[in-house]
């Protein structure tokens, strides 16, 4: 099973075929923009800020596919090889696109009729917590083994397990199973990499 896990061009598969999944999503948004849709769909989208609110949307999406996609491919061609760095620049990725996410999110909730100081607020929340998790990200591979690396590894742990809890549920839902057992194996090679023995010696494990 060591071995398995050793093997990063399986992991960088798994970022392939989600990066796959994020531009089909975000390409998807941007078409459904120009499709005449019921007030199901739009929600509290008025017909006429329709358009925008997914085109502005879609693209702030396909930007983080994007972004996602150079990461993936770097894994899978094995650029990013070494564990440690996998998993510092998978969390730091995770971290930039919850920012640039966050951002056009909230210019697409105000260009539909969103409430300007709510779509400021909602900007602010995204680049916050990207900003807190490209910082966590900085301190995975620092050269420093403190007592911080030892509460990150634990957040990490929390969150790779949780990754692994909504992935799971994702594939018995029926919702997206490629997507959702791709992000199953992120979750266990993300696990399976905290507990490396190198990977534990840098974090102060």
């Known amino acids: 099973m060591s071995s398995f896990f ?3 061009k399986v ?3 798994a970022f392939v075929i989600v990066a796959i999944f994020l531009i089909i999503d975000a390409i998807f948004t941007i078409v459904l923009g120009f499709v ?9 989208i008025e017909s006429d800020k329709w358009l925008a609110y997914c085109v502005i949307g879609g693209i702030g999406s396909l930007v983080c596919a ?42 697409a909730s105000f260009a539909g009729g969103e409430d ?3 779509a400021i607020v ?6 916050v917590i990207g ?7 900085s301190k995975i591979n620092d050269g420093k083994q403190t007592v911080g690396d030892k509460i990150i590894w634990i957040i990490l742990l929390i969150a790779f397990i949780l990754l692994l809890i909504i992935s799971i549920l994702q594939v018995f839902a029926l919702v997206s199973i490629i997507d959702g057992i791709a992000h199953i194996l992120i979750a266990l090679f993300m696990i399976a990499f905290l507990f ?10």
Do not use: H, P, W
């Open 122 to 127: 909602g900007a602010i929340l995204g680049i």
């Open 66 to 107: 994007v972004l996602y996609t150079m990461f993936a491919m770097k894994v899978f061609k094995g650029q990013y090889s070494e564990k440690i760095v996998i998993l510092e620049q998978y969390v730091r990725i995770v971290g930039i696109t919850v920012v640039i996410g966050g951002i056009f999110n909230a210019f």
């Open 196 to 205: 490396d023995s190198d990977v534990k010696s840098k974090m102060n494990m």
């Open 131 to 137: 900003l807190l998790i490209m910082f966590i990200a």
């Open 36 to 44: 005449d849709v019921n007030d199901d769909i739009r929600g509290d």
């Open 11 to 13: 992991v960088g598969t």
């Open 116 to 118: 300007l100081g709510v």
């Open 6 to 8: 050793d093997n990063t």
